[in-house]
């Protein structure tokens, strides 16, 4: 019998550090590295205002391109469900409250792929 080697992948890009991307900004918009860096610090503070607990839970990174949403999921007591696997009932601890976020594409940023 023949021993099978795997097939190799191609060799993929590496995405870019934070570093590459604030260089890359900073020389297409002429501005200085440290301003790109607190561009993005403010854009970070703005995001966290909008989807923090007075915010409205909705936030456009820039206008256009993602959609971030809040989505507060609420706690689930314990007790006896069905196990999607077995198929038997089974004690479930409870779960607490949470908050999922979720980035959205929106089509400016689809069609640019």
Known sequence: MA???AAKKPATAKPPTKSEVYAAIAEKTGLAKKQVAGVFEALAGVAAANLGK???GVFVVPP??????????PAKPAGKRMD???KTEKLF????ASK?????????LKDMV
């Not at 999922?100 to 400016?108: E, I, L």
């Open 100 to 108: 999922r976020v979720r980035a959205r594409p929106m089509k400016s």
């Open 84 to 86: 999607p696997f077995t």
């Open 54 to 56: 007075k915010g409205s």
């Open 3 to 5: 021993t099978k080697k």
């Open 93 to 96: 601890p409870a779960k607490p």
């Open 64 to 73: 256009g391109l993602l959609k971030l949403t809040v989505k507060n999921i």
